[in-house]
């Protein structure tokens, strides 16, 4: 329980700085807009570049692995995308953030410090493995739906073309793996530009979430918000612990780290995705600070099943 706190509530602690900000008139919306803006921009795509060229080289892929997490997304991301629809009456742009906000785990915050604590530096390459395919999977896949909900089902090939080619999150990938393609290693300069942009990403999103939570609040979406809470930190781990441990049969190690990967609590970039997009940000600043308060106790159950 220690370990978990002692990662969970530096996490707060920066919610707690944007959401005290705004509540006092410190961060007023406009701020909020333009901080969301230029993480969305410039620090994420960053981040994302150097996640993927400092990934380990890989002999073979690991499809098993990826099986074990993936389809666990693919289900919760259904089921969270029907309850909004069918339960919570949201529209097609919320049905996809509500679908997203299941299917998008925090898994740089907060899964990857659990997890090497866990299971130490055996662990990396696992993790390496997950958070490489991770954002260009959801993030792919949230833009099209997103996109083709915009526009009631109609074909927009032109449109959702030019969305996906100019989407800073897609570049920043696609600009990392012609990196990887080419053995592209910035060094000097760029590498003291990148990395400052990288370290700027995670800490600004936590503080652009807790000034979201004050502005739009916590009971903006809250069913939707329960629901992904619900599937994000039961359903998930529950199905990828039977996909890793007794059909695929991975080593305990890649097994333990999907597992905990999976119940992670909703990641910060779905709010940034919904604010970017003006759709569903109260589902999304909802669902993130609902599951992450709620993880302190999951990870603790599904950390005892792993013994």
């Known amino acids: 329980m220690a370990d978990v706190l002692s990662i969970v509530l530096p996490v707060f602690a920066l919610v707690a700085v944007g959401y005290v900000g705004a509540l006092v008139g410190l961060a007023p919306p406009r701020m909020t807009d333009g901080l969301t803006d230029f993480l969305f921009t410039f620090c994420l795509p960053v981040m994302l570049f150097k996640l993927v060229t400092a990934a380990p080289p890989l002999d073979t892929l ?17 089921l969270s995308s029907l309850a909004a629809r069918h339960i919570f009456k949201c529209d097609g742009p919320e049905t996809v953030i509500a679908g997203l906000s299941a299917g998008q785990a925090n898994v740089v915050i907060v899964g990857t410090p659990l997890i090497l ?14 958070i490489a395919v991770n954002l260009p999977i959801t993030m792919t896949a949230a833009s099209i739906l997103l996109e083709r909900s915009k526009n009631e089902g109609r074909a927009t090939f032109r449109p959702l073309v030019k969305n996906l080619a100019t989407h800073p999150i897609l570049i920043g990938i696609f600009l990392g793996i012609v990196a990887r393609i080419l053995g592209l290693h910035p060094t000097g300069t760029l590498a003291s530009v990148i990395d400052s942009l990288s370290a700027i990403a995670l800490p600004g999103s936590l503080v652009a979430l807790g000034m979201a939570i004050e502005r739009y609040g916590i009971r903006d979406g809250f069913g939707p918000a329960l629901t992904v809470t619900c599937l994000r930190l039961i359903v998930h781990p529950a199905i990828t612990y039977l996909l890793a441990f007794h059909v695929f049969h991975l080593p305990p190690v890649w097994a333990g780290t999907a597992v905990l990967f999976a119940c992670a609590p909703a990641g910060i970039n ?27 106790a999951s990870s603790v159950f599904w950390l005892w099943v792993l013994k």
Not at 62 to 78: D, E, N, R
Not at 117 to 130: D, Q, R, V
Not at 277 to 291: D, F, K, P, R, T
Request: charged share 5%; proline share 3%.
């Open 62 to 78: 690991p499809f098993s692995y990826w099986l074990s997490y993936y389809i666990g997304t693919a289900v919760i991301w259904v």
């Open 270 to 296: 779905v709010y940034l995705f919904a604010a970017r997009y003006g759709h569903g940000q109260g589902i999304a600043s909802s669902a993130v600070a609902l599951s992450t308060v709620a993880m302190v």
């Open 117 to 130: 604590k866990a299971y130490g530096e055996e662990a990396a390459f696992p993790i390496a493995m997950l």
